[in-house]
């Protein structure tokens, strides 16, 4: 029996694959780098977790394998707790003690039987790579999306190469089976394969850098913390989405849109050629004469083209002189039609206008502290919007002087590293001074308050692990010590806090 408690936890997945990455410098799961399938992954095992308690899978021959290559680590526990405040230890445990104990009591381990299908699948990409497993399918049976429900595969494949992608559309054409491709499925029911084939792309990994050509080359397996990390080894950035996502799908899906859009451009402008696998199991390439126009404006859907095995995406050049500036506003339009401004200059190589709900949602470790810094954004400083620009020294020094009112890198890191103080009654005391006629962010972001606003708040790594469970405080002192995890350009770049958005499912 799984506990109630633990079911629910395990329920309150938000399926953001920010496990399957090492976005805080902890390592990797081990069992899911080995293993590749999503059933061994953490998110993998809430879903099992959860499965087993409602009775919708048995015990199978794999789910015994995914239950031991849990080695109970807890790296799952840090990265969780960071981006949802999910501890999803509890369930690992639980999901090892049941398996355990059913193995010993000497109950039934199912095996599922293999069909003509699977058995061509396995020929290509090896037994391992191609399964029937409960256990494996019921991880690819839902994502973050609300109105679909549950919709299980018949199969799971994980092809290594091209060749292999090309073999397996062959497959299913001659055996009519409908499937999907999938990257790493928070895509709201769009990588469903009801009675079909989910065709996983996570083993292909490989990154070509070419500097000499401005481009890398990944293969669909490549996630966008991965790219960023590679290209800024080499003093370079990408144009990425969220750290988890994988650059091929997020390419081929939605075009790719951040921050750096402003300068980078969105869809096509962000790729020089991409390989695909057509609907009849050939290949082709975008740069060819006749080859699809994937970000045309069209007035009816647009069929897939097939199956992005590569992309050459592009890059760009990083200064050493950048930094960030936030640019607090009252209202809406005034920080639209700044942002727009700055667009038709070309200033700056970012440039976004957020909301208190997001600027404290990212910043916060915590729900209840997010919301109270929420709270203090509008109602202690009048700040209903900010416009975030990155840029060069030159392009910062242009911004400057273009308004008043700054909250600059130092000051930001103050306020996340004081946070916690934020909340408490000295630092309104400090503000309810300060207000008059003019929105109190007008007098704070003058550079003779700074020392004040550093006495009140306190910044500290130390003080602001005050905020999160007691046993993982040590572990959040030593990450924000680190100065890339208040560095607003750092996050931009790697974009680790934007998946908080999601920690209320």
């Known amino acids: 029996m799984i506990p109630k408690e633990i079911s629910k936890i395990a329920s309150h997945c938000r399926h953001c694959a920010m496990c399957k990455i090492d976005f805080l410098q902890t390592g990797l799961c081990s069992a899911g780098a080995q293993n590749h399938f999503v059933s061994y992954y953490p998110m993998g095992r809430m879903d099992i ?51 355990i104990a059913h ?29 029937n497993d409960p256990a494996i399918l019921t991880c690819y049976a839902h994502d973050t999306g609300i109105f679909t429900g549950v919709q299980t595969p018949n199969y799971v494949t994980m092809p290594l190469s091209r060749e292999d992608v090309s073999s397996i559309i062959k497959i299913c054409n001659k055996h009519q089976v409908s499937y999907v491709v999938r990257g790493n499925g928070s895509t709201e029911g769009l990588v469903y394969a009801r009675d079909g084939l989910v065709i996983d792309m996570g083993r292909m ?18 996630s966008a913390f991965e790219l960023q990390k590679e290209a800024a080894k080499n003093g370079l950035r990408v144009n990425v989405a969220e750290p988890e996502a994988l650059v091929c799908a997020n390419l081929m899906t939605t075009g790719i849109i951040s921050t750096f859009s402003a300068s980078y451009g969105v869809g096509a402008s962000n790729y020089v050629n991409a390989e695909f696998v057509s609907l009849d199991g050939e290949s082709f390439h975008l740069n060819e004469r006749g080859a699809p126009n994937l970000y045309a404006c069209q007035t009816e859907q647009m069929p897939s083209p097939g199956i992005c095995t590569r992309a050459d995406v592009k890059v760009y050049a990083k200064m050493d002189d950048e930094d960030g500036i936030l ?34 949602t990212f910043v916060a470790p915590t729900r209840v502290l997010g919301e109270c810094i929420k709270r203090s954004f509008t109602e202690d400083l009048g700040i209903e919007y900010a416009v975030l620009v990155l840029g060069d020294r030159y392009a910062l020094q242009t911004v400057r002087s273009m308004t008043d009112h700054v909250i600059d890198s130092q000051l930001m890191r103050t306020l996340v590293l004081g946070m916690p103080n934020m909340a408490g009654e000295e ?32 910044p500290s790594p130390e003080l602001f692990a005050q905020a999160v469970a007691p046993d993982l405080k040590e572990f959040f002192v030593k990450l924000y010590a680190r100065p890339e995890i208040t560095n607003l350009i750092w996050l931009n770049m790697f974009r680790i806090v934007s998946p908080r958005m999601g920690r209320r499912k």
């Not at 401005?214 to 490549?222: K, L, N, Q, T, Y």
């Not at 190589?349 to 208190?356: A, K, R, S, W, Y």
């Not at 630092?427 to 109190?440: A, E, F, Q, Y």
Request: charged share 25%; net charge neutral.
């Open 205 to 222: 990994k490989g990154i070509v850098l070419d500097k000499a050509k401005w481009f890398a080359s990944v293969e669909p397996g490549v």
């Open 327 to 360: 640019i607090p506003f009252s209202g809406f339009r005034d920080a639209l039609v700044f942002a727009r401004e700055l667009g038709q200059r070309r200033i700056g190589i970012g440039v976004t206008v957020l909301n208190p709900e997001y600027m404290a």
């Open 427 to 458: 630092w309104r005391d400090l503000l309810s001074g300060l207000k008059g006629n003019r929105p109190t962010y007008e007098i704070m972001v003058k550079p003779e308050m700074q020392p004040l606003i550093e006495t009140v708040l306190n």
């Open 49 to 99: 977790v959860h499965a087993l308690a409602e009775s919708q899978i048995p015990v199978t021959e794999r789910l015994v394998d995914i239950a031991e290559a849990c080695t109970l680590c807890g790296l799952c526990d840090k990265q969780c707790y960071f981006v949802t405040e999910l501890r999803p230890m509890n369930v690992m445990e639980i999901l090892k003690e049941t398996v």
């Open 103 to 131: 193995v010993k009591a000497g109950k039934k381990i199912v095996r599922p039987e293999s069909d003509l299908v699977l058995d061509r699948l396995r020929e290509v990409v090896g037994e391992r790579w191609a399964t």
